[in-house]
């Protein structure tokens, strides 16, 4: 069995939609959420679905080992679902090859600090980019510079507001993460 533990910031809906991919899977078990932000919608998502849920504060992910410590215990795989903390060191060095984030635009391209949420498909507007996309990739020491695992494009209108580029990548995230992760990890 490979255990998962996602790391989440926000709403959580790729999480939601991971951990529902894999409930009645005989390999793949999703044993913990962690969120960085106390009232994030995630931590209430995984209430709701029975699994395991914890906020640890940034200065736990920075300074103590106690998050080292608890992936350590529960995780084979760590999964990046909207995460908004650059991943301490310890945590890279100790889960090589095995820390796998989605980032909302085709990488490199739009990349980098600063580039999440809307923020990301702002820019992706403003650049007037006819075409946008996911990036599922594997984490390490650099921002959204580990090897891609796997790109999947979609069309930007011009009529499309970022919402819109938001709502369509969005679906393409839940199309694709889940299946994306079991392929990675079997
Ligand atoms: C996703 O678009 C993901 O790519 C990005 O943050 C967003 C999280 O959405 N890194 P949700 O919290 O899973 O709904």
């Known amino acids: 069995m490979k255990r998962l533990v996602i790391l989440a910031s926000g709403s959580g809906s790729n999480a939601e939609n991971i951990i529902r991919y894999f409930q009645n899977s005989d390999s793949v ?4 959420v962690i969120s960085n932000r106390k009232e994030a919608k ?12 914890t906020y640890f504060p940034k200065k736990a992910f920075l300074e103590d080992e106690i998050v080292l410590k608890h992936l350590k215990e529960n995780a084979d795989f760590v999964i990046l679902a909207g995460f908004l903390l650059k ?4 945590i890279v060095a100790a889960f090589p090859d095995k820390i796998i984030n989605i980032h909302p635009a085709l990488l490199p391209k739009y990349g980098g600090k600063g580039m999440y949420g809307m923020n ?3 820019a992706v507007k ?4 006819t075409e946008t ?14 090897a ?7 069309a930007v ?19 694709n993460f889940p299946k994306v992760i079991e392929e990675a990890i079997l």
């Open 29 to 32: 078990k999703v044993t913990s």
């Open 42 to 53: 995630v931590l209430e998502r995984a209430k709701n679905l029975g699994i395991s849920h």
């Open 87 to 90: 991943v301490p060191q310890n």
């Open 120 to 122: 990301v498909h702002t």
């Open 126 to 129: 403003e650049a007037g980019e």
């Open 133 to 146: 996309g996911i990036t599922i990739h594997y984490v390490n020491e650099n921002y959204d510079e580990g």
């Open 148 to 154: 891609i695992i796997f790109q999947a494009k979609t």
């Open 157 to 175: 209108a011009t009529t499309d507001t970022p919402e819109d580029i938001a709502n369509n990548i969005h679906k393409l995230e839940h199309a």
